[in-house]
């Protein structure tokens, strides 16, 4: 139930609330139907805030936002920014990760944060199926030699053929897990998740064993591990030695997961494959390795809600909006404590 001071502050009327994201983004995201679906629970403020927190035409809608809905190209919310909203109470965040825009000052002040980051994670997964998919049927190798006439099935047929190692039990990784579970495709799932007990793997269907095993074992690896320091280069020269000739890495997870360099070696000697979602550095530099072979397919971060998929983050967060407002949870809250294991 909502606390009695945002009982009291609605007593006099809808909460106030802003939008704060780039101007085609919210424009795509929130049509206008959802913007009259908005309106009809807040007093939201007209157009969006979609340059600086800190200007003049800011700081005037700031003053009166309670709730302050977020998106791509939203500034960080700083002290200086948390300063001009005294009245803020929530972020209801129209993406995926809020760890580019909610700072620690956003956690001190006890601002309540969501995320959208459940709407967002269908797309990855969608992605990521078929991308495991293809990786199984040798998709690249075999388009690579069409041209030269009709190409042998180049697809994997070893003990690891149908073993897919997947590295995080994420919100996206678990989801993943269960789509494998559920192909007729008969795959046998590697798990590696330092915060996954044994018990809890065989529950998702997977069986949890160290990265080397997983490598060693996988002839798909796909990566859906969080950024932190600790999970930079994860997938190491070493790491990416282990897999067996023919394997594929797929990432949509982190550039940072992957030794770039490592896995254009491995990749430009033909004994890996790869699809690649992101990369470290973001966007690859023109003429990199990786962007000219045909066994490797990048993506330029699409990973997530595109095109008309966009609509659902908007959805999303007008139903947090709604539930707020109703004094009820908040499907998509985030704590601080958790941001550590998220993306």
């Known amino acids: 139930m909502a606390d009695q001071a945002q009982q009291a502050e609605r007593a006099g009327g809808p909460p106030v609330a802003a939008l704060a994201m780039g101007a085609d983004v919210a424009a795509r995201v929130f049509a206008p139907d959802l913007r009259e679906r908005l309106g009809a629970c807040v007093e939201l403020a007209p157009g969006a805030l979609s340059g600086p927190l800190t200007d003049a035409a800011a700081r005037a809608v700031l003053a009166d936002v309670e709730i302050l809905v977020t998106g791509w190209e939203c500034p960080p919310l700083t002290p200086e920014v948390l300063a ?7 972020v209801v965040h129209a993406a995926g990760s809020v760890k580019p825009m909610v700072t620690e000052a956003v956690w001190e002040r006890g601002v309540v944060v969501s995320s959208a980051a459940d709407a967002n994670a269908g797309p990855v997964v969608a992605f990521t199926l078929a991308a495991v998919t293809f990786a ?36 996206i990784g678990r989801r993943v897990i269960a789509g494998l579970r559920g192909s007729d495709a008969g795959y046998r799932v590697l798990l590696t998740d330092p915060y996954v007990t044994p018990a809890e793997a065989r ?3 997977a069986e949890l ?6 490598c060693a074992g996988s002839g798909i690896v796909t990566v859906h591990a969080p950024q932190l320091p600790e999970t930079r280069g994860l997938l190491s020269e070493a790491m990416l030695g282990l897999i067996p000739d023919g394997g594929c890495v797929i990432n949509t997870a982190r550039g940072s997961l992957v030794d770039t360099e490592a896995l254009a070696r491995e990749c430009g ?25 045909r066994n490797v397919l990048v993506t330029p971060h ?11 983050l908007g959805e999303y967060a007008v139903a947090e909006v709604e539930r707020y ?19």
């Not at 075999?142 to 149908?162: K, L, N, Q, S, V």
């Open 269 to 293: 000697a033909g004994r890996l494959d790869a699809f690649l979602d992101v990369t470290d550095p973001e966007p690859l530099p023109a003429g990199h390795a990786l962007l000219g072979l």
């Open 302 to 312: 699409i990973a997530g809600a595109q095109g008309s998929e966009v609509r659902r």
């Open 84 to 90: 001009y909203a005294p009245r803020l109470r929530a």
């Open 209 to 214: 064993c160290p990265l080397p095993e997983l």
């Open 136 to 171: 199984a049927k040798g998709a690249l190798r075999t388009a690579a030699g069409y041209a030269a006439g009709w190409p042998p099935f180049t697809g994997r047929t070893g003990a690891d053929a149908c073993t897919v190692g997947v590295i995080g039990a994420s919100r």
């Open 203 to 205: 529950a998702l269907g």
């Open 325 to 343: 407002v109703a004094g009820e949870a908040l499907w998509g809250r985030l704590r601080r404590e958790e941001l550590g294991r998220l993306a």
